[in-house]
């Protein structure tokens, strides 16, 4: 499974953007499905996840209420709209296909992973 994340860019504070994630394969629609981050310097860190069916999502504490996470199997394709970006927020963001239907904090649990998307938000 091929993964391809876009969306990103240089927004300033309180901006939002959507990212997309989008798959080669129809396996794809079968999968849990995550976003990571990782800033500068940091460790890579879970933002989102979505269960195949859409049914079940998780967020990380640091962007409830701010992020959504949403699916168009028919698309192929996994969002994460992003309201109210914080500087803090900046990194490369991640989408990742989860070995089974349901997505996880747990980026060991994933086997396929996007190239990342730059987001910079300025203050």
């Known amino acids: 499974v091929q993964l391809q994340a876009s969306g990103g860019g240089l927004v300033q504070a309180g901006a939002s953007l959507r990212l997309s994630c989008t798959s080669s394969r129809r396996t794809f629609s079968n999968n849990g499905v995550g976003w990571f981050r990782q800033a500068p310097g940091k460790a890579r860190e879970f933002v989102a996840a979505?269960?195949?069916?859409?049914?079940?999502?998780s967020y990380a504490d640091s962007v409830k209420g701010r992020f959504t996470i949403s699916r168009d199997n028919a698309k192929n394709t996994v969002y994460l709209q992003m309201n109210s970006l914080k500087p803090e927020d900046t990194a490369v963001y991640y989408c990742?296909?989860?070995?089974?239907?349901?997505?996880?904090?747990?980026?060991?649990?994933?086997?396929?992973w996007g190239q990342g998307t730059l987001v910079t938000v300025s203050s």
């Open positions: 979505i269960s195949w069916k859409g049914d079940l999502t």
């Open positions: 990742a296909a989860a070995r089974g239907s349901i997505g996880s904090s747990d980026s060991s649990l994933y086997n396929y």
